[in-house]
C-alpha cells in the first residue's frame, strides 16, 4: 500500500493541475459518470464534532478512480494544537477492489477545495479580474488565494480575517509565492476589502454575511466554500438574490448550504433561481458569464468526485516524483 503525507499531497498536487482534474470530475459527475452517494453524516455529541464518510467511483477516459474519503471536524482540536479538519482517503483498485493508497487528508482537502474555486473562477471570472478579497486566513484561505492566481494574473489581494495575528501570519506566507502577488494586504474592514475586488473568496465559519451587499462592484465573482452547515453564512441573500448562481451539486448545497438555504426560508428566492451545476458550464451545456457586469457566484460544499480525482492525481505523480512511502498490508 502507498503511503502519502501532507508533505507528499503538496508536492504531489500542483494547484494548476489540480484544477483540470476538479474539471473533469465536475464532467464526469453532471454526465452520468460517476457514483457520488450521499454522504454519511456521524455526530459526536461529546466533542460537537462530527465525522463525515465521502465515497465515490468515476469512470474517466483516463482511468477510472474508487475512494472514499473520511474528514472529521473537531472544533475543540485547535486548543490541543491540532488542526480542526482530520481526514484520510483511501483509495481501492478499481479491478479487485484491494485497497492500494492512504493518503493524508487535510491537506488533499484544502488543495481540491481551492482549485474547485479555481475551476469555477476559470470559467465565471471577468478576464480582466485584477484585485481580490479573501475572506478567512485560514488552510482554506491559502489555497482559495493560490487557486484563483492559477487562473487569473492578479496585482492585488485584500485579505480579512478577525484575527489579526493570524492575517500577518498569512502575509509573510503567501506574499509573493509562486503567482500570488508581492500586493498582499490586510483589510481594517470587510468594505475595505471587497470595494474594488473582481473577485472574492469566503472561506469562514461564519453564521452571518461576512460583507455587505452594497459594496460589491459590478461584475464580481464570488466563490464561497465555507457555508457548509444550514446555520452557516457567508454571503448576503442579496448578493445571491441578484447573481447568476452556479454550485457544484444542486442536491449537496441545498441540503447543507446556509448560504442558500436561509435565504430561501426569507423568500428571497427558491430552487429555480439556481442556475446550473459547474458541470454543466464545463461540457457547455450550459454557457457561463453572460456580461461583464453580471455577478457571479459559486456555492461549493466539497463533494466526493473531487477527492477521487485528486487522489487519482496525487497517485499517479507520486509515482513520476518517486515520493511516498510502501507498506505491506
Not at 114 to 127: E, I
Not at 270 to 288: F, M, Q, R, S, W
Request: glycine share 6%; aromatic share 4%.
Amino acid at each position: 500500500m502507498k503511503i502519502l503525507t501532507a508533505e507528499n499531497i503538496v508536492q504531489a498536487l500542483p494547484m494548476r493541475e489540480c484544477i483540470e482534474a476538479m474539471k473533469l470530475g465536475y464532467a464526469a459527475l453532471i454526465s452520468g459518470n460517476a457514483d457520488v452517494p450521499l454522504r454519511t453524516r456521524l455526530q459526536i455529541p461529546s466533542q460537537n464534532a462530527v465525522s463525515i464518510f465521502m465515497p465515490a467511483f468515476v469512470q474517466d477516459p483516463s482511468g477510472n478512480a474508487l475512494a472514499i474519503k473520511i474528514v472529521s471536524l473537531f472544533p475543540g482540536n485547535p486548543t490541543k494544537g491540532m488542526s480542526l479538519i482530520q481526514a484520510a482517503v483511501l483509495v481501492l483498485d478499481t479491478s479487485t477492489g484491494k485497497p492500494i493508497a492512504l493518503l493524508e487528508g487535510s491537506t488533499l482537502t484544502a488543495i481540491r477545495t481551492g482549485a474547485g474555486s479555481g475551476a469555477a473562477t476559470d470559467l465565471l471570472a471577468r478576464k480582466d479580474s485584477r484585485i481580490a478579497a479573501i475572506f478567512g486566513a485560514g488552510a482554506q484561505g491559502k489555497t482559495q488565494l493560490e487557486a484563483i492566481c492559477a487562473v487569473r494574473s492578479l496585482e492585488q489581494v485584500w485579505l480579512y480575517d478577525l484575527d489579526p495575528d493570524r492575517a500577518s501570519k498569512f502575509l509573510v506566507a503567501m506574499s509573493g509565492k509562486d503567482r500570488i502577488p508581492a500586493d498582499l494586504r490586510i483589510a481594517e474592514n470587510p468594505i475595505q476589502a471587497v470595494e474594488n475586488a473582481d473577485i472574492i473568496c469566503c472561506a469562514t465559519t461564519s453564521t452571518s454575511p461576512v460583507f455587505p451587499d452594497m459594496s460589491l462592484k459590478p461584475g464580481v465573482h464570488i466563490n464561497a466554500i465555507g457555508s457548509y452547515t444550514p446555520e452557516m453564512q457567508e454571503v448576503p441573500g442579496e448578493t445571491i438574490a441578484r447573481a447568476l448562481v452556479v454550485v457544484d451539486s444542486r442536491s449537496a448545497t441545498l441540503a447543507e448550504s446556509g448560504d442558500l438555504i436561509r435565504p430561501m426560508q426569507e423568500g428571497l428566492f427558491d430552487e429555480k433561481h439556481i442556475y446550473a451545476e459547474i458541470g454543466e458550464i464545463i461540457t457547455l451545456k450550459k454557457p457561463g458569464r453572460s456580461n461583464s457586469d453580471q455577478i457571479t457566484y459559486f456555492k461549493s460544499v466539497g463533494i466526493a468526485v473531487q477527492d477521487v480525482m485528486a487522489a487519482q492525481l496525487a497517485l499517479s505523480n507520486s509515482e513520476l516524483m518517486h515520493i511516498g512511502q510502501t507498506v505491506q498490508f
